[in-house]
């Protein structure tokens, strides 16, 4: 029994490993197509209502993909324009960086003096240039107009996989007897549908947090509003982690822009207050449930994706988590581990 175990628990591990190694390797194709596959879940119901309509499939399909690539050029362009006009101006913030930096350098040494700890002759002054952080930007900027230079992939393999929308259910009634072809068309009909629900109501919310994020730093009068608001809504898939970051990088400009705790202290509050009513109260209603997961478990996944896929990686956790947990709860014999993933006892689904 010892020697089973051990040999199960070996062989499990080289397994991950080995998928985690493949899953590396494949990122340029795998990534685009787990994206494609969740924005073909959230346009199915198109595509289902125009063919009901008569519409010819290749019609429907052009349609979306003409209304996705201008809704992609229009996020690209404005997401590049603010950017690049982040970087341009950032160089207006050295002196009060040096500044800031040169006292808490100095703040440190008297302590340091203080205490009689000696300290080596290092400067932060002039390991902290203002050119870093514009490099790293300018960095930033490359990969995300390189993602978006392959979202050819995306588009393609969304338009193979809404081509055959609605072909699964049909095909299993042919395949299998009429009990478990019923039985089966039910419950892919209900996975798709609770996917749907969730990815689309985290769509709907994460797009009214980045709206109201920019809102609140456009009355404000702090800089690059629409930069920060479209960090917010791309950060909101990240639960918890990406919410604090989207609070804490406004916050932390306004400390350089204002001269005056007031704003900042506004900043923080009203984002911060944006990001708990949308998440703890507008998302769950809209959603009709609370998708229980554990922290803990969101956590190992998001080290997990992000090691592999980088930022996008973190993006993607979440919802490919989710759908995960979906279809497990639908199905009776990975129930049980459906629960586990939980982060209450309580069972899965806690109606709101």
Do not use: C
Not at 228 to 251: D, E, W
Request: charged share 10%.
């Amino acid at each position: 029994m010892k020697g089973n175990t051990l040999l199960n628990i070996s062989v499990g591990t080289i397994a991950v490993f080995v998928l985690g190694a493949v899953l590396l390797q494949l990122k340029t194709v795998l990534m685009p197509f787990v994206i494609a596959t969740l924005l073909s879940i959230i346009f199915k119901p198109i595509i289902l209502g125009l063919k009901k309509r008569k519409i010819p499939t290749f019609a429907a399909l052009f349609g979306v993909l003409i209304l996705f690539s201008l809704f992609l050029f229009l996020l690209g362009w404005v997401v590049f324009a603010s950017v690049d006009t982040f970087v341009n101006e950032l160089p207006k913030y050295e002196a009060k960086i040096s500044v800031i930096v040169a006292n808490t350098e100095a703040t440190l040494m008297g302590w340091a003096e203080q205490f009689n700890i000696e300290v080596t002759d290092f400067k932060w002054s002039d390991a902290i240039e203002i050119s870093s952080v514009t490099s790293a930007l300018t960095t930033g900027l490359g990969s995300f107009i390189s993602f978006i230079t392959t979202t050819f992939l995306v588009l393609l393999f969304m338009l193979f996989i809404l081509a055959s929308s609605g072909e699964l259910s049909s095909k299993v009634r042919e395949v299998y007897p009429t009990q478990h072809a019923d039985w089966m068309a039910s419950v892919l009909k209900t996975v798709d549908s609770q996917v749907r629900q969730y990815l689309v109501t985290k769509t709907i919310v994460s797009l009214g947090t980045g709206v109201l994020t920019w809102l609140v730093l456009l009355i404000l009068g702090v800089d690059f509003p629409l930069v920060f608001g479209f960090i917010a809504f791309i950060l909101n898939y990240i639960p918890n982690i990406g919410s604090t970051i989207a609070v804490l990088f406004p916050f932390a400009l306004t400390l350089l822009q204002f001269e005056t705790l007031g704003v900042p202290a506004m900043v923080i509050l009203g984002l911060g207050g944006i990001q708990v009513v949308m998440g703890n109260a507008i998302e769950p209603r809209i959603m009709g449930y609370t998708l229980n997961i554990s922290p803990l478990l969101i956590l190992v996944s998001l080290i997990f994706w992000g090691w592999l896929w980088g930022i996008w990686g973190m993006v993607l956790a979440v919802p490919m988590m989710a759908t995960i947990k979906i279809v497990m709860e639908n199905l009776e014999a990975t129930r049980p581990l459906a629960r586990l993933m939980g982060g209450r006892g309580r069972g899965a689904r806690n109606q709101s």
